[in-house]
Every structure is written in structure tokens, then in C-alpha cells.
């Protein structure tokens, strides 16, 4: 009985997320995505009777700091200059990547990882990786590198909440590409600092940027482990 109720719900999961994606697609705004995604996401979880499982405020921050120290090992492989930025156009980078990070967390984590489950951490990070497909510089490496963040930023939602997911996701958008100046997922925006890698594709992640580099992925996948043996696989919420 336990296994049809678990399979029903990953149908209607993995349902939301293809729905979603698609809803996004024609959406014309990041602001209107998180506006509409959360909208849904909190009125279909509260007519199911179910906690939003949001997460508390202090392992929000926690996920910030963490996505914030997680960028720092790239510097040991960077050519770093200060810019000359504009501070008007990065204040106004925040609510836009705030919001960038709401909708996805919302449609890729928020309800396809309510409940937690297996087939859909693993569908819901193959559909996130592959939303990237459009980026510059996407490719096998890109592909590989957003999958896996998807894989912990999953763990990351089913163990602290979607609140910790979405601030994480958020602080790690705003570190590489406005504070460190690092292509992120193929764009770049205005930047205090400069930075450049300096090594292979490999190391570098090419034209995607450091998202598709082994340093990243190898951090991510710790992550992964380290939130995977916080208590077992199968008692994950």
C-alpha cells in the first residue's frame, strides 16, 4: 500500500515538474516565474493538507555562507583584478537573481522533493541540467556539473528546507558572476572583481564557466555525500 501511495505521488510530482517547465518557458519574466511558481507551489501543497517544509531561517543563512565558501577554492586557480562596477546595476542584480533562484527552487526542488524520492531527485536534476541546454557554452561538461548541483541542492532541500535551497542557489549566483566576475552557466554580468581561470577546459568549465569545472563538481558532489550520510537513504523525508 505504501509503495502504490509512493508511486502515485511521485506520478503527480514529476507531472508538476513538466508542467512547470513548460509554463516557464512562455512566462516573459524571472519576477512573474517566482510569482506564479510559488503561488501554485503554496496553494497545491496546502490543498493537500501538507507542510510547504520551508526550512528555518538560521539554516538559511548557514546554505548562504556555505554556497559563498564554496567559491572561494576557485580563487587559487584565478587571475583575479578589481573592476571598475556599477554599484547602481548590481543592487538591482539582487532581487533579479533572488528571484531566478526562487522559481527554480520552486519548480525543481520545492514540490517534485516535498516528499522525498529517489526517481524524482534524479528527474527533477536531469530536467534542471537540461534547461541549460540554451546557455553559451553548454555542453557534455555543463550538462554534468548542473546535474550534480541539482543532485545536492535536492539533499539540500529534503534535509534544511526549501528556504536554505533557494538561499543557497541564490548566494552562489550572486558570488560568481557579480562579486568574483566568473561566467556563470554561460552569462556574464557586471562584477566588483575580475576573475579568470587559468588551465584546461576541464578545470575552467570553457565557455559555461566554472559550473562545468571539476573543481565544482567535485564540491557539489561532497555536498551530495556529506547531506547523503546525514542520516540514511531511506529515511530521508
Not at 31 to 58: H, M, N
Not at 80 to 105: G, K, M, Q, R
Not at 136 to 165: D, N
Request: glycine fraction near 8%; charge should be positive.
Amino acid at each position: 500500500m505504501r509503495g502504490q501511495e509512493d508511486s502515485s505521488w511521485e506520478g503527480k510530482a514529476l507531472a508538476f515538474l513538466l508542467a512547470a517547465t513548460i509554463l516557464m518557458m512562455v512566462v516573459p519574466t524571472p519576477y512573474l516565474r517566482a510569482l506564479l511558481s510559488s503561488t501554485v507551489f503554496v496553494l497545491l501543497v496546502r490543498y493537500q493538507g501538507e507542510d510547504l517544509k520551508i526550512g528555518s531561517l538560521k539554516r538559511s543563512v548557514a546554505a548562504s555562507l556555505l554556497a559563498f565558501a564554496m567559491t572561494l577554492p576557485l580563487l587559487l586557480f584565478s587571475k583575479l583584478e578589481f573592476s571598475d562596477f556599477n554599484s547602481a546595476f548590481l543592487l538591482s542584480a539582487i532581487p533579479f537573481h533572488l528571484s531566478v533562484a526562487v522559481w527554480e527552487e520552486v519548480v525543481y526542488r520545492g514540490y517534485p522533493l516535498l516528499r522525498f524520492s529517489r526517481v524524482n531527485l534524479l528527474a527533477s536534476s536531469l530536467v534542471f541540467s537540461l534547461i541549460h541546454a540554451f546557455n553559451p557554452g553548454f555542453g557534455l561538461q555543463a550538462f554534468l556539473g548542473i546535474f550534480i548541483a541539482g543532485l545536492a541542492l535536492g539533499l539540500v532541500r529534503c534535509e534544511w528546507g526549501l528556504g536554505p535551497a533557494i538561499s543557497m542557489h541564490f548566494s552562489w549566483n550572486i558570488s560568481m558572476e557579480h562579486l568574483w566576475g566568473y561566467p556563470t552557466s554561460g552569462l556574464r554580468g557586471p562584477s566588483v572583481f575580475v576573475s579568470k581561470l587559468i588551465g584546461s577546459d576541464i578545470l575552467t568549465g570553457g565557455n559555461f564557466g566554472p559550473e562545468a569545472s571539476i573543481i565544482v563538481m567535485i564540491e557539489f558532489s561532497l555536498l551530495f555525500l556529506a547531506l547523503r550520510f546525514m542520516r540514511r537513504w531511506d529515511r530521508l523525508p
